[in-house]
């Protein structure tokens, strides 16, 4: 044990002085500062009201009162100008209405609802006036235009804002885990091959056992890998935990309280399987084709995740939150999403857990048996039938 203490000691203080991890470190910070501002300002306050200026030609004094408005769509504010084009062009107002006539810069702003919002008060002040002149009083008007009002349900009980919150949070821990299992994966490949290329490997292989030096090279980078996710997430949950004006819902919490375990998992999973392939050749020139087989699993998954984020229920995404090489990507989209049960997360951990001591056994048996192989590339088919059983 004190071996392995040792090797990951080394490991980390080999890898934390490089520029790539500094630079990736301080890239991640400045990240989670980012995710934190896009959740307090664009969930948070995304929803507020749009403020817009419509400038009239008459007299001001007859139009504040009939476009007044404060929703939580649409804040209206209403000056008067004398030349329309010219307020259009320097952009002081957003429309120019002259009474029976709307005047836009190039295009009516289809997007936003003050077009809809003049139309309707023209409409209103018209039928006003002409009610008054049939001599109804504005207790008889405001009876007949009484709006009918019509009682909302959602089936899944969320609001809009708490959808975007899950699709959100869903798709940033999705990516993230993929992100870093892959870079992560290819500093422990990166890493190996040096040793071979160098021929480190001979004087640690004088001294410890391969299965030893596996176990601490995975330590010490699964440490310096957790610190980075630990930051991603911490950027994450202090995300939701400044929107004011959102409920985060429970499943979100969830994958945030749970997103640094599964990625410890997968990167458990395949940091193992990095390290095997590392071990196959002695030329970084090499690395792209030997990683292959590990990184094709990895990448399918990242892709069935971005993909369904809007479709969890999709069965391909249900059977990838069970299949332990997808799992560490797909399962962070259904917990945020709240569409899969306790006791499936706890099924697919237990899984993800009992295929690691499977993955780590049979990556040993090839990392022993290929380390001293220097030079020439081995096959991951020959590396197979010349492990060295343990």
């Given at each position: ?9 080394r ?18 910070v400045?990240a ?26 008459q007299d001001?004094?007859t139009?504040?009162d ?5 929703s ?21 107002v957003d429309?120019v209405?002259?009474?029976s ?11 936003l ?15 006003t ?10 207790d ?13 349900s ?9 959808i ?12 993230a885990t ?15 091959i ?26 010490g ?12 997430a911490?950027?994450l949950?202090?995300a939701?935990?400044?929107?004011e ?13 749970i997103?640094?375990?599964i990625?410890?998992?997968?990167f ?10 590392g071990s196959?050749?002695s030329?970084?020139?090499?690395a ?8 094709l699993?990895?990448?399918?998954s990242?892709m069935?995740?971005v ?19 997808s ?6 989209l259904r917990?945020?999403m ?9 099924l697919?951990?237990c ?8 993955v780590i ?7 022993e048996?290929?380390l ?19």
């Amino acid at each position: 044990m004190s071996q392995i203490a040792l090797i990951a000691k080394r490991e980390i203080l080999t890898r934390v002085r490089t520029k790539a991890y500094i630079i990736t470190t301080a890239l991640l910070v400045v990240a989670a500062g980012a995710v934190a501002i896009f959740g307090n300002v664009v969930l948070g306050q995304g929803f507020s009201a749009v403020e817009k200026t419509i400038g009239v030609t008459q007299d001001v004094s007859t139009y504040e009162d009939l476009f007044a408005v404060d929703s939580e769509e649409l804040n209206v504010t209403v000056v008067e100008v004398t030349n329309p084009t010219e307020a259009l062009e320097e952009g002081d107002v957003d429309v120019v209405f002259s009474g029976s006539e709307l005047r836009w810069k190039s295009e009516a702003d289809k997007s936003l609802p003050l077009e809809l919002h003049i139309a309707n008060s023209v409409q209103v002040d018209t039928v006003t006036k002409q009610a008054t002149s049939l001599g109804l009083t504005p207790d008889d008007l405001a009876s007949l235009a009484t709006p009918v009002v019509l009682e909302e349900s959602f089936t899944d009980g969320e609001e809009s804002g708490q959808i975007a919150v899950r699709l959100a949070v869903a798709t940033i821990a999705s990516i993230a885990t993929f992100v870093l299992l892959q870079m992560w994966g290819s500093f422990v490949l990166m890493g190996v091959i040096e040793e071979k290329a160098s021929r480190v490997i001979e004087v640690l292989l004088s001294q410890v056992r391969p299965a030893t030096l596996l176990s601490g090279k995975l330590l010490g980078l699964g440490v310096l890998a957790l610190a980075q996710m630990v930051i991603l997430a911490a950027g994450l949950g202090g995300a939701l935990y400044f929107i004011e004006d959102i409920e985060i819902p429970s499943g979100v919490w969830g994958l945030i309280a749970i997103l640094v375990p599964i990625f410890i998992l997968g990167f458990a999973f395949y940091s193992a399987a990095f390290a095997a392939a590392g071990s196959l050749v002695s030329r970084q020139e090499d690395a792209q084709g030997v990683q292959l087989p590990v990184m094709l699993p990895l990448l399918l998954s990242y892709m069935l995740a971005v993909t369904s984020v809007t479709d969890p229920e999709f069965i391909a995404v249900k059977i990838g939150s069970f299949l332990p090489f997808s799992s560490p990507v797909v399962l962070p989209l259904r917990i945020a999403m709240q569409k899969i049960a306790l006791w499936e997360v706890c099924l697919s951990l237990c899984i993800l857990i009992a295929a690691i001591f499977v993955v780590i056994k049979l990556a040993a048996q090839i990392y022993e048996g290929s380390l001293l192989r220097l030079g020439k590339k081995v096959g991951w088919v020959q590396a197979w039938r010349d492990r060295k059983l343990t």
